[in-house]
């Protein structure tokens, strides 16, 4: 198979992990990344659910959705600054350092931060100064909600350079690093400064601070964590390559693509502020928040993989590539299961954590924990679709999907609400995912899904059973200690299941790799 990359050779794409068959070579890495990932994730859950019940009890709903909202802009503000220069970065970053071409991967970043940080800037100004404007639409002119908003708008270059930063140590297959400056360095600096400045009596301004201020200390340590994954000698160097334009011309075909997936993502939040209230944003934010801890289990797999799908085929090893993203994909199946059963089992009870009314979006839930679940059925496809040099038919996937999205909320919002915003999530995921499994097979042969899927969903099933009639007869009690002792039984009871019924060769290879992976850890 021809490589992707015109700028590079045959002789020069040699990478580290060649040299085995069926992806075994790669296990080791995916395995110990995974790990770090997922330390990295617990964390993250533990502070940001512990900062969200922290806003859910000293602000008001009304307060609370407007917080969201404009967390929701910013984001989406920043994920469309990035023109596609993020993944850019990870893929020649990889490739480079793959190649043992430091130099070059520097470059790499160089012109993510010459073309990504400007266009930020532009972003900044635009939120600024149409503050009034998005206020009068979403806010109801709301003078707070322009402060707000204006103190936010500084974030976007932040949240920008953080971000291709991150993707360097992500090429750099150094996944440590993007857990300490964002999973702990960004979060509890948030907590942190939030604390203080409620403390002081700012209000949701003081929290809007704190915000900023989290998120120009994430983009600190992703900075100095860059600097030292790229520090070391150059390389060998071929002048015939010109990474600044192989990022540009890998990039800004995503850029559209990066507004749409920005819009994808948080148009239903939006369209939900639009056409209901801050208070059904609030509902509709704890929610999401919750339903996405499946997507933390994607995340911690996709983070590792998606350099390595880019070496793979880049090098022509489709079989080894094959082979890793069933495993992979299996995985990330196998581990959501059990947290999508929590989710729909125990949605009232979830909601009610962040206090008594906030039970008015526990249907939501349910329909966000079903779009999740469709997610992490299809594994790391939509990053196979893009590293292996498909950038045209993602923008064709994630333009389908913001239709989709758009077109239910307006349908279902004004008689549903937040249960309207959360079916349109739902539907638009399971577009989106269908489409990509379709694609990989279509142009990359490989499918992810045989018979050994049934084992989780076997053990799944059983499990919720159990559980749900201990919930009904024996614990009638919805506290929190009461839902974590039925969660707890469902996690072991699924387990267990999975044992008994036998575990797949690779899963057992993984397995051992993950053990030898936190015994590494504890030991470095």
Known sequence: MKKIDANTTDEESQSPGEGGAGGSTYLPQVARGAVINFSGI???LILVYGYTFMLARLLSVSELGEYFLMLTIVNLLGLASMVGLDLGVVRYVALYAGEGKLGLARKALRAGLMFGLPVALVFMAGLFFAAPAVSAHFFESSAEAVTGLRIFA?????????????????GMHQMKYQVLSRDFGEQVAKIGFSVLL??????????????LASMATAATLALVFAMVVLAGPKGSSD?????????LRYSFPLAFANIVVALTLWVDTLILGYLGTTEDVGFYGVALKISVIGA???TAFVIVFTPIIADLWNQGRS?????LYITVSRWIFMLSIPIFLVLILFSDSLMRIFGSNFVAGSVALVFLAIGQMMSASTGAAGFMVLMSGHSRLELLNVSTTLAVNVVICFLLIPRYGVVGAAIAHMSSLGVVNLMRIIEIWIFMHMYAYDRSYLKPIL???AGALVVALIGRYVIVDAGLMQLVALASVLFFLYFLGLVG???????????KKIKASVIRIKTT
Do not use: Y
């Open 296 to 298: 933390k289990i994607i």
């Open 154 to 170: 500084v974030a976007i270059p932040f949240l920008v350079a953080a971000r291709l930063f991150n993707a360097t140590t992500q």
């Open 42 to 44: 617990i964390a993250r």
């Open 501 to 511: 019924l036998g575990l797949e060769e690779q899963d057992k290879t993984m397995l």
């Open 459 to 461: 053990s799944g099933f």
């Open 198 to 211: 409620l403390a002081l009596g700012g209000g949701l301004i003081g929290v809007v601070w704190a915000n």
């Open 319 to 323: 079989e080894e590539l094959r082979e």
């Open 239 to 247: 002048t015939e390559i010109k990474p600044t334009a192989a990022v």
